[in-house]
């Protein structure tokens, strides 16, 4: 029993539950895809849907303790020293990850979503691990998950904004540089496309090879594709970065 014992708690028994835990995460990760893709709409998928995205955020902290605890057990002495050492360095990575989950957890913040916390009022353009971005009227902010926690947030009713896109126009060769920005906002107020709740942000203006990017929101991302052949057809490269 103590030679089973010793092979389980060793590095290879380390790689080996490292792996199993890694092909659970992607299939779970299929799964909510495949969930979330679906075309009808009914009561068993959306619950299934919120299942999965709940076990998704449960399940990596939990795979990440589960593989910590089985590399103390391989040398208890100094892998617990080691870990240690790590928690205390990354105290506050560790806190915005933790923070993340819990929030995530009890409410369901993803990418379009309207979000007001503290004086920042804007719209989520992505989630990472640590904090999430907001793209507000004044440009785009970085939020700690840790921030949100202590100041507290709000979410905001009303439609969702479907996409934040990042895109880079290359102005035609006659153009001069200040007459095709003016040239593209007067193309951009005119399409039906964009969600002038939040205006276009040149990110950079005149850039090399007289080419320009900006940010904007558009009310659904099935209008990215129709916003860049109108571009394309009135003579200007589009693509989005």
């Given at each position: 029993?103590e030679?089973?014992?010793?092979?389980?708690?060793?590095?290879?028994?380390?790689?080996?539950?490292?792996?199993?835990?890694?092909?659970?995460?992607?299939?779970?990760?299929l799964?909510?895809?495949?969930?979330?893709g679906a075309?009808?709409s009914?009561?068993?998928?959306?619950?299934?849907?919120?299942?999965?995205?709940?076990?998704?955020?449960?399940?990596?902290?939990?795979?990440?303790?589960?593989?910590?605890?089985?590399?103390?057990?391989?040398?208890?002495?100094?892998?617990?020293?080691?870990?240690?050492?790590?928690v205390l360095?990354?105290?506050?990575?560790?806190?915005?990850y933790v923070?993340?989950?819990?929030?995530?957890?009890?409410?369901?913040?993803?990418?379009?979503k309207?979000?007001?916390?503290?004086?920042?009022?804007?719209?989520?353009?992505?989630l990472?691990?640590?904090?999430?971005?907001?793209?507000?009227?004044?440009?785009?902010?970085?939020?700690?998950?840790?921030?949100?926690?202590?100041?507290?947030?709000?979410?905001?009713?009303?439609?969702?904004?479907?996409?934040?896109?990042?895109?880079?126009?290359?102005?035609?060769?006659?153009?001069?540089?200040?007459?095709?920005?003016?040239?593209?906002?007067?193309?951009?107020?005119?399409?039906?496309?964009?969600?002038?709740?939040?205006?276009?942000?040149?990110?950079?203006?005149?850039g090399?090879g007289?080419?320009?990017?900006?940010?904007?929101?558009?009310?659904?991302?099935?209008?990215?594709?129709?916003?860049?052949?109108?571009?394309?057809?009135?003579?200007?490269?589009?693509?989005?970065?």
């Amino acid at each position: 029993m103590e030679a089973i014992m010793s092979y389980r708690v060793s590095w290879l028994g380390l790689l080996l539950l490292g792996l199993g835990l890694l092909l659970f995460y992607f299939v779970l990760r299929l799964a909510y895809r495949l969930v979330a893709g679906a075309s009808v709409s009914s009561r068993l998928l959306i619950a299934s849907r919120r299942l999965l995205r709940s076990a998704m955020l449960l399940y990596e902290p939990l795979a990440i303790l589960a593989w910590s605890a089985f590399f103390v057990f391989i040398n208890p002495a100094l892998h617990s020293l080691l870990m240690g050492v790590l928690v205390l360095a990354g105290y506050p990575h560790i806190r915005n990850y933790v923070s993340g989950r819990m929030i995530r957890l009890g409410h369901a913040i993803l990418p379009g979503k309207k979000l007001r916390s503290g004086n920042v009022q804007g719209v989520v353009s992505r989630l990472g691990y640590l904090g999430l971005y907001l793209q507000a009227d004044d440009g785009r902010h970085y939020l700690s998950y840790s921030h949100l926690w202590s100041d507290g947030y709000t979410l905001l009713s009303g439609e969702d904004v479907s996409g934040v896109f990042h895109l880079a126009v290359q102005k035609k060769e006659e153009e001069s540089s200040a007459g095709f920005e003016v040239q593209l906002m007067d193309i951009m107020a005119t399409t039906p496309y964009l969600d002038w709740n939040h205006k276009p942000e040149w990110i950079s203006a005149g850039g090399s090879g007289g080419q320009s990017e900006l940010r904007i929101v558009l009310k659904q991302e099935a209008h990215l594709r129709e916003l860049m052949q109108l571009l394309e057809e009135l003579g200007y490269g589009c693509k989005v970065v």
